[in-house]
């Protein structure tokens, strides 16, 4: 079901790609081991929290001893330490850790809770810098939502049925996959979707088990809007079972991995696509990474690389739009030191900001030069409509406006001057460009070199 709520706080200005589900053929992979600096330590660890969709990574590893250092990696230049936050990292650069946002090394900004009480725990962060995740409030978890223009507020400052929840993940336009959390009940997880555009929330608890019974959780939402989680479902039995969830398709529900049990899958990420991973108990009673699309079913994710001897893949964790995936390993025997693993998917994929784009949905492009300087942009309209494209820095403040009026349904080309609106020259650095056309969102980044 879906309800639509007056905020008590104004919305903030989010951008994202909405577009089709695409389906597509069992991949097969490079894997790629993430060493730490010294593993001379018996208990030396790497682990990759993140990985955006230019294919740049965010982690931890051990630096020297028992000492752990945090760092970046991308599969040409490997990890490079740095004061950055380790747990999050959008397309931007940006990186979050538990309660600060990091502009770039050593430049960062503290997440305060809307009551100036306690720390927040991020645990998500959009290509619009705004975050998502949970503080606690006179005992109780509330989720909470940040951005830098606004500030943080409650979730629940927006209207929902229950106060207790965290957020686990927010998409470029807007969508909030949460989960209500009543300590005082039976029923202790209620899954829910919030768009912070709309004001609409979705009761995927409620959808499933209509008598309030069972718990669901949901804990990503990829950017064309498909969910994935995990919960009982009345009509099987009280069975709890993986699943994915759109608003138009609703539930689909995922098997068991080689024979193993149903309620033993626990999907962690989802893309576009509809792909799905995670960890699942198979038929022998061991723990597996799993990749799962309803095209080609639920698979082993180790069976389908080539991973060095002694690496014994555990689960995976984070799957980017390009379909790149971040694992968990333990190296030596099955409760050795943790290992990260990147999973690169064979023939390669473009990032996303230099796939071509497609008339079948609203997509803006960067590219450069343009004529007399500056940066071209290019961006594709499915349908005629009401577009504005403004340029953002990368704390999300907009300081210029390229386009705003009606354009037809095609592709167009603006040029930006590297300037602010009021005429001086922007800064060097990474920029932000906007295109909003109805409720639909997309971005691109902008490099200007001085």
């Not at 389908?304 to 980017?320: F, H, K, W």
């Not at 504005?388 to 080309?413: K, M, N, P, Q």
Request: with cysteine.
């Amino acid at each position: 079901m879906s309800r639509s709520f007056t905020p008590a706080l104004a919305a903030v200005c989010l951008c994202g790609l909405l577009g089709a589900e695409v389906a597509f053929t069992q991949p097969t992979f490079d894997a790629f081991v993430i060493e730490p600096w010294d593993d001379s330590y018996e208990l030396a660890l790497s682990f990759i929290h993140d990985i955006n969709e230019l294919n740049n990574g965010v982690g931890i590893a051990n630096i020297s001893g028992g000492t752990t250092a945090k760092f970046t990696w991308s599969q040409t230049g490997g990890k490079e330490e740095g004061d950055i936050g380790p747990y999050e990292i959008n397309n931007l650069g940006v990186t979050a850790s538990n309660s600060a946002v990091f502009w770039g090394p050593g430049d960062y900004e503290l997440i305060p809770t809307p009551d100036s009480t306690g720390s927040p725990a991020i645990v998500d962060l959009n290509n619009l810098n705004v975050a998502v995740g949970s503080a606690s409030a006179l005992g109780e978890s509330r989720a909470l939502v940040w951005d830098p223009e606004n500030g943080s507020r409650w979730l629940d400052d927006y209207g929902l049925p229950d106060s207790t929840s965290i957020a686990y993940a927010i998409n470029d336009s807007g969508r909030i996959a949460a989960t209500h959390h009543l300590p005082s009940q039976f029923t202790s997880e209620r899954a829910f979707v919030f768009d912070l555009s709309t004001q609409e929330y979705f009761g995927l608890h409620d959808m499933l088990n209509p008598s309030g019974s069972g718990i669901t959780r949901v804990l990503d939402v990829a950017e064309n809007g498909i969910v994935v989680g995990e919960g009982t479902k009345e009509a099987f039995g009280g069975g709890i079972a993986g699943f994915t969830w759109t608003e138009t398709g609703g539930f689909t529900f995922m098997p068991g991995l080689n024979g193993g049990q149903t309620r033993r899958v626990h999907p962690r990420s989802v893309n576009s696509t509809g792909t799905a991973v995670g960890r699942a108990l198979d038929g022998q009673n061991e723990w597996r990474a799993f990749i799962w699309n309803p095209d080609y079913g639920m698979q082993d994710l180790a069976s389908l690389a080539t991973l060095p001897d002694g690496i014994n893949l555990q689960e995976a964790l984070v799957i980017n739009e390009n379909g790149w995936i971040v694992a968990l390993a333990f190296a030596g025997d099955p409760f050795g030191p943790q290992r990260a693993v990147v999973f690169v998917p064979q023939g390669g994929t473009a990032p996303v900001e230099e796939r071509t784009p497609t008339t079948t949905r609203l997509t803006l492009k960067a590219s450069g030069p343009g004529e007399g300087g500056g940066s071209r942009l290019s961006f594709t309209l499915p349908e005629a409509a009401h577009v504005r494209v403004s340029i953002h820095d990368i704390r999300g403040r907009r300081i210029t406006t390229l386009v705003s009026g009606v354009r037809a349904a095609d592709t167009h080309e603006v040029v930006w001057n590297s300037r602010l609106a009021d005429g001086r020259n922007a800064a060097t650095g990474v920029y932000l460009a906007l295109l909003e056309a109805g409720p639909d969102r997309a971005t691109a980044k902008v490099l200007v070199l001085r």
